[in-house]
């Protein structure tokens, strides 16, 4: 009997919130993974699922009138809609994306972190300058635990960024 267990990871997509002096930018689309097939009796699945290298990009932009050396970090949390406790999500920053001229590269390990309830610190970063972006900061995700003891169903989180001036 073959088994796929559906994975869905649902983003927050097109929404932005406002800090005091910075915006945040969410863009991407809901990845929605699946458990590969088994071919042989007794095989477990690969435990990973990996997205796409860009399957969300961040942009974070200045809203401070002659704002200088704004200070701002990403933190990331899950929110579980339907999850099984045996699946994990990671998330990394796979590149630093783009600016102008004014905005410094932002900091944070390209490794993954897991994600939980808790809000973590994904990356964070400086505008030099007002009016100047940091845009297009790309994100992947992983889903690790998936195994043939899980039951067959459609699973799913949201993924909460949020945006801290500092």
């Known amino acids: 009997m073959k088994r796929i267990i559906g994975l869905f990871c649902f983003l927050l997509s097109g929404a932005s919130v406002s800090g005091q002096s910075n915006a945040i930018s969410i863009t991407g689309t809901s990845w929605s993974a699946s458990a590969p097939t088994l071919t042989e009796a007794g ?3 690969s435990s990973n699922v990996t997205s796409a290298s860009n399957q969300t990009l ?29 699946l ?24 993954y972190i897991q994600l939980s309830t808790t809000q973590q ?15 297009n900061v790309p994100i992947q995700y992983e889903i690790r635990g998936l195994s043939v003891t899980i039951p067959a169903a459609n699973y799913s989180a949201n993924v909460i960024y949020t945006l801290i001036d500092l």
Do not use: C, H
């Open 88 to 111: 994990t999500v990671w998330i990394r920053k796979t590149g630093d994306g783009t600016s102008l001229l004014g905005s410094i590269t932002p900091s944070g390990t390209s490794s």
């Open 43 to 45: 095989n477990n699945y």
């Open 58 to 86: 961040v942009t974070v932009s200045s809203t401070a009138f002659l704002g200088l050396l704004l200070s701002w970090k990403v933190m990331v949390t899950k929110q579980d809609v339907s999850w099984n406790s045996n």
């Open 121 to 135: 610190e994904l990356f964070r970063g400086t505008n030099v300058l007002t009016s100047l972006n940091r845009n």
